[in-house]
């Protein structure tokens, strides 16, 4: 029988989008013993109306739900390989701990976990099917967040989908950072420190080795240079490609607010998340806020907390605890 310690899967990384998950899953996905999926999404989504807690019976609908989910193909695994997961499984904690048995063993690795960023505000679902797990949170300056979601973000996907988009994109940008940042902070901190890490990005694209031999510590894992290595032979130098279609190394000032983005702009951002800012040690530029730039953050803080309000309450969810999830809290 697999040891608890060696169940799959056997790690998350999480973060607001556009913070180096896939750097960080690419990096660690290179690893001999540990492979890493990419986006897959569908852990918590097909058992969302399920209470938090609860390991659900494996029914022959749920196993469809999953096999036909939008993002499960990523996982590359065939009807068959599915169908046997299903045929050995009682619960949906013991379905998806086989299927990515099975990914691993496609890769000729014993252990295998998933990236997928917005996991960072599902850490208690997650944790409660897999016990075992450990989650590594990576954080980056939210302000060069911002500057890469505001060329990466469209309607129907990232920020983009909040009404207050098309009135003030640098808003949103600050107010969702925050509310990921937040919510993985938060909840990451009840559990024990066996099971979540956090890492700052800056520090992984500055000093890749000190900083993966922190994580592989934690993973119980022994150190590969495999990790830093990762691109080779696979980055492309074609004109436009961005950094991660690129696959390029990890490279210090790909984004910088402080030569990028504009006064006003990065003054909005610090009004509605300098605070977090200051938490995580970034450095902030405007240590007292305009009258004007306070006055428009304040309204677009309530808006932003109006949708959130909306949104819970078509999805059935009862209003979040201001502490957690709302805008205008620190973790």
């Given at each position: 029988?697999m040891k608890s310690s060696n169940r799959n899967p056997y790690l ?247 030569t990028q983005m504009n006064e006003r702009d990065v003054e909005l ?63």
């Open positions: 029988m998350f990384v999480v973060g607001c989008p556009r913070s180096g998950t896939t750097l960080l899953q690419r990096m660690l996905d290179h690893h001999p013993q540990l492979a890493v999926a990419n986006d897959s999404h569908f852990i918590p989504r097909a058992i969302e109306e399920v209470p938090i807690g609860v390991d659900p019976p494996l029914t022959p609908e749920l196993v469809e739900w999953v096999r036909t989910y939008r993002r499960f193909y990523r996982l590359g695994l065939s009807d068959a390989a599915v169908d046997q997961a299903a045929t050995k499984a009682h619960t949906y904690r013991e379905f998806v701990s086989a299927l990515y048995t099975e990914y691993g063993r496609l890769r000729g690795k014993i252990l295998a976990g998933e990236k997928t960023p917005n996991y960072d505000r599902y850490l208690p679902r997650l944790h409660s099917l897999f016990p075992w797990a450990r989650t590594i949170h990576i954080i980056r300056d939210g302000r060069d967040v911002a500057l890469s979601a505001l060329e990466w973000a469209r309607k129907d996907k990232g920020p983009g989908r909040f009404e207050l988009w098309s009135e003030e994109p640098v808003a949103v940008c600050a107010l969702w950072w925050r509310w990921h940042v937040s919510t993985g902070r938060w909840d990451g901190a009840v559990l024990e420190s066996s099971r979540y890490c956090e890492v700052r990005y800056e520090a992984l694209v500055r000093r890749p080795d000190a900083v993966l031999s922190r994580i592989v510590d934690f993973l119980d894992l022994p150190f590969s240079h495999q990790m830093v290595t990762f691109y080779e032979g696979k980055t492309r130098f074609k004109p436009g490609l961005s950094a991660k279609r690129a696959w390029l190394p990890p490279t210090p000032g790909l984004r910088d607010w402080r951002f610090e009004a509605l998340a300098g605070d977090l800012l200051s938490t995580l040690g970034y450095e902030r530029r405007f240590p007292a806020i305009s009258l004007e730039i306070a006055t428009l953050a304040e309204r677009y803080r309530r808006k932003w907390e109006a949708e959130m309000t909306r949104r819970q309450a078509s999805a059935g969810q009862s209003p979040s605890s201001p502490a957690r999830h709302r805008a205008g809290a620190d973790t």
